[in-house]
């Protein structure tokens, strides 16, 4: 992580760069320079060069939204993603179990089961497809969207939950024919159970920290805005983060998002000295995270309207209006920025009101938004609705590649008329929106070049018809959301998103120009080098020896 120091790197394409560049001249982890090759050449020999070889140079990709340490935690649990079948899901928990040898009563996590995938039947699994084969550890399952956790009857025992206990606000538990717990629990309710898993230290956080970090920048992102302060652990999180950084461990720069739910948390928070802006030399402490909503796949997006597919169902309210604006006020009045997740246009329409609320408090005559509140998701929505965001300067922090599974499910969950404006991300960039890319990393791989090719042609990640192709976005367009847009949401553009004097060295190399090659080619891109303040945070095998 050491950033002192000069060095040259030469030999490489720069697409985003003047024709003839041939070089970029680094000193103390800053840009000092783009050179021509002539410069290039004529700096002293003494100066350390790295030979690129013809790799294609671009700025550094800024997730501008992921749960990067869940993707680390991800590493360490039961990998249910891609199951085709309740009786598949159980085996990959009794094989884990098996190969673990874990206790009897010790609880285990698993995470990335979608029913839709389902080979036959869509019907959620329930705890009786787990208990024949895991009858003695609490399994505790989330979908691929985490917003719905399948249990066995172990885990609903050693909670206590029976077909008694009430749903907690913003939650749901759903139940069988018989009236008792069926094993799924909606948003909110996890948290009946959450605590079933064992304590993470801090020594087990920084792991997974490890984990996530490594991975992230193996796919060539140099920075992450990352969802992993949590109202349930941050004190644990942070320290784990401070002792990476202290040992010289943080190849990529984060800043964190913070889902604190409530207004004594957060006060705790700032107590403890991480306050909006406080961190280390690559972290810092970035907006508060409202969940207004939860996902569309399990149905418990907040709409405005019945599910087309589920007459009597609009999904979950996770949070009041009251209590949302409370936090909202106390972050923005604190000089914190302020984002939403919100996926269903109910939850839009909440995050709208309350923008609008913190909005009428400016100076007349100054802008409406100057912490750059902004909304994560924005899938279900109506023209009018980013007609508001975009009066309020807002910022949409959005994920193209939901389309590869979303496509298949929004017409049947909304209908025709509201699902023909959803995921309209190419209609917000040519209103001018501040638009960012992210994944939603484990929802998603957090692969930036996949997510690029379902910005710009709106296909399926194995192909097939584009889904809405007039709202697809230009390959520059794309790139630009996802470096300088995401800058942008975390006010670093004057430092990030380019490659420019007084610019952070931060860069990906890749083995091909993703602004040229054959649109089907653009996931099948090489990652050759990830580049954070001049030094390597990724090197591809056996790529720059020599």
Same mark, same amino acid.
């Given at each position: 992580?050491?950033?002192?120091?000069?060095?040259?790197?030469?030999?490489?394409?720069?697409?985003?760069?003047?024709?003839?560049?041939?070089?970029?001249?680094?000193?103390?982890?800053?840009?000092?320079?783009?050179?021509?090759?002539?410069?290039?050449?004529?700096?002293?020999?003494?100066?350390?060069?790295?030979?690129?070889?013809?790799?294609?140079?671009?700025?550094?990709?800024?997730?501008?939204?992921?749960?990067?340490?869940?993707?680390?935690?991800?590493?360490?649990?039961?990998?249910?993603?891609?199951?085709?079948?309740?009786?598949?899901?159980?085996?990959?928990?009794a094989d884990f179990l098996q190969s673990r040898r874990l206790?009897?009563?010790?609880?285990?996590?698993?995470?990335?089961?979608?029913?839709?995938?389902?080979?036959?039947?869509?019907?959620?699994?329930?705890?009786?497809?787990?208990?024949?084969?895991?009858?003695?550890?609490?399994?505790?399952?989330?979908?691929?969207?985490?917003?719905?956790?399948?249990?066995?009857?172990?885990?609903?025992?050693?909670?206590?939950?029976?077909?008694?206990?009430?749903?907690?606000?913003?939650?749901?538990?759903?139940?069988?024919?018989?009236?008792?717990?069926?094993?799924?629990?909606?948003?909110?309710?996890?948290?009946?159970?959450?605590?079933? &898993? /064992?304590?993470?230290?801090?020594?087990? @956080? %920084?792991?997974?920290? *490890? =984990?996530? !970090?490594?991975?992230?920048?193996?796919? #060539?992102?140099?920075?992450?805005?990352?969802?992993?302060?949590?109202?349930?652990?941050?004190?644990?999180?942070?320290?784990?983060?401070?002792?990476?950084?202290?040992?010289?461990? &943080? /190849?990529?720069?984060?800043?964190?998002? @913070? %889902?604190?739910?409530? *207004? =004594?948390? !957060?006060?705790?928070?700032?107590?403890? #000295?991480?306050?909006?802006?406080?961190?280390?030399?690559?972290?810092?402490?970035?907006?508060?995270?409202?969940?207004?909503?939860?996902?569309?796949?399990?149905?418990t997006a907040w709409l405005r309207r019945d599910y087309a597919?589920?007459?009597?169902?609009?999904?979950?309210?996770?949070?009041?209006?009251?209590?949302?604006?409370?936090?909202?006020?106390?972050?923005?009045?604190?000089?914190?920025?302020?984002?939403?997740?919100?996926?269903?246009?109910?939850?839009?329409?909440?995050?709208?009101?309350?923008?609008?609320?913190?909005?009428?408090?400016?100076?007349?005559?100054?802008?409406?938004?100057?912490?750059?509140?902004?909304?994560?998701?924005?899938?279900?929505?109506?023209?009018?609705?980013?007609?508001?965001?975009?009066?309020?300067?807002?910022?949409?922090?959005?994920?193209?590649?939901?389309?590869?599974?979303?496509?298949?499910?929004?017409?049947?969950?909304?209908?025709?008329?509201?699902?023909?404006?959803?995921?309209?991300?190419?209609?917000?960039?040519?209103?001018?929106?501040?638009?960012?890319?992210?994944?939603?990393?484990?929802?998603?791989?957090?692969?930036?070049?996949?997510?690029?090719?379902?910005?710009?042609?709106?296909?399926?990640?194995?192909?097939?018809?584009?889904?809405?192709?007039?709202?697809?976005?230009?390959?520059?367009?794309?790139?630009?959301?996802?470096?300088?847009?995401?800058?942008?949401?975390?006010?670093?553009?004057?430092?990030?998103?380019?490659?420019?004097?007084?610019?952070?060295?931060?860069?990906?190399?890749?083995?091909?120009?993703?602004?040229?090659?054959?649109?089907?080619?653009?996931?099948?891109?090489?990652?050759?080098?990830?580049?954070?303040?001049?030094?390597?945070?990724?090197?591809?095998?056996?790529?720059?020896?020599?």
């Amino acid at each position: 992580m050491q950033e002192k120091g000069e060095i040259l790197f030469v030999n490489g394409r720069f697409p985003t760069l003047p024709a003839g560049t041939g070089g970029v001249w680094v000193r103390d982890g800053r840009v000092r320079a783009v050179l021509s090759r002539r410069d290039a050449d004529a700096l002293p020999a003494a100066l350390p060069r790295v030979d690129l070889q013809g790799g294609v140079v671009l700025p550094g990709f800024n997730d501008s939204h992921l749960h990067l340490l869940d993707v680390g935690r991800g590493l360490d649990a039961i990998d249910l993603f891609g199951v085709r079948s309740p009786a598949e899901l159980a085996r990959r928990c009794a094989d884990f179990l098996q190969s673990r040898r874990l206790p009897a009563g010790r609880a285990v996590y698993g995470n990335g089961w979608n029913q839709d995938l389902f080979e036959g039947s869509h019907a959620l699994p329930t705890r009786a497809d787990l208990d024949t084969l895991c009858p003695d550890h609490p399994l505790l399952l989330d979908r691929v969207c985490g917003h719905i956790m399948l249990c066995n009857t172990a885990a609903l025992r050693a909670a206590g939950i029976t077909r008694n206990t009430p749903d907690p606000p913003g939650g749901g538990i759903d139940h069988g024919p018989d009236g008792e717990p069926n094993g799924l629990l909606r948003d909110n309710a996890v948290e009946l159970v959450r605590w079933l &898993l /064992p304590p993470e230290t801090i020594d087990d @956080c %920084a792991e997974h920290w *490890r =984990a996530g !970090l490594a991975h992230a920048a193996a796919h #060539g992102l140099t920075s992450a805005q990352t969802c992993d302060v949590r109202s349930r652990d941050w004190p644990t999180v942070l320290a784990a983060l401070e002792k990476l950084e202290a040992e010289g461990d &943080l /190849p990529v720069r984060l800043t964190l998002q @913070c %889902a604190i739910d409530t *207004r =004594a948390e !957060l006060q705790a928070l700032w107590d403890a #000295g991480y306050r909006p802006g406080a961190g280390g030399r690559r972290w810092k402490i970035g907006p508060l995270k409202l969940f207004l909503d939860g996902s569309l796949g399990a149905r418990t997006a907040w709409l405005r309207r019945d599910y087309a597919d589920a007459p009597g169902c609009r999904g979950l309210r996770c949070i009041t209006l009251p209590a949302a604006m409370a936090l909202a006020s106390m972050a923005d009045s604190a000089g914190m920025q302020v984002i939403a997740h919100a996926i269903g246009d109910a939850a839009m329409e909440e995050i709208l009101a309350i923008l609008q609320a913190l909005a009428v408090r400016r100076p007349q005559d100054g802008p409406p938004n100057p912490l750059r509140h902004g909304v994560v998701h924005c899938q279900v929505t109506t023209p009018d609705q980013w007609d508001r965001l975009a009066a309020l300067e807002a910022g949409a922090l959005v994920q193209p590649i939901f389309l590869d599974y979303d496509h298949t499910i929004v017409t049947a969950r909304c209908g025709p008329e509201l699902a023909g404006t959803s995921y309209a991300f190419g209609d917000a960039v040519r209103r001018g929106i501040h638009v960012s890319y992210g994944t939603d990393a484990p929802v998603e791989s957090l692969d930036p070049l996949r997510n690029l090719y379902c910005a710009v042609t709106r296909r399926p990640l194995a192909g097939g018809d584009p889904w809405q192709p007039e709202q697809a976005v230009s390959r520059s367009q794309a790139l630009a959301c996802y470096t300088q847009g995401s800058a942008w949401q975390e006010f670093a553009e004057q430092e990030k998103g380019r490659l420019a004097p007084g610019y952070l060295a931060d860069f990906t190399v890749l083995d091909r120009d993703p602004l040229t090659v054959p649109e089907e080619d653009i996931p099948r891109l090489r990652v050759l080098a990830t580049v954070v303040g001049g030094q390597f945070a990724y090197r591809a095998p056996g790529w720059g020896k020599g």
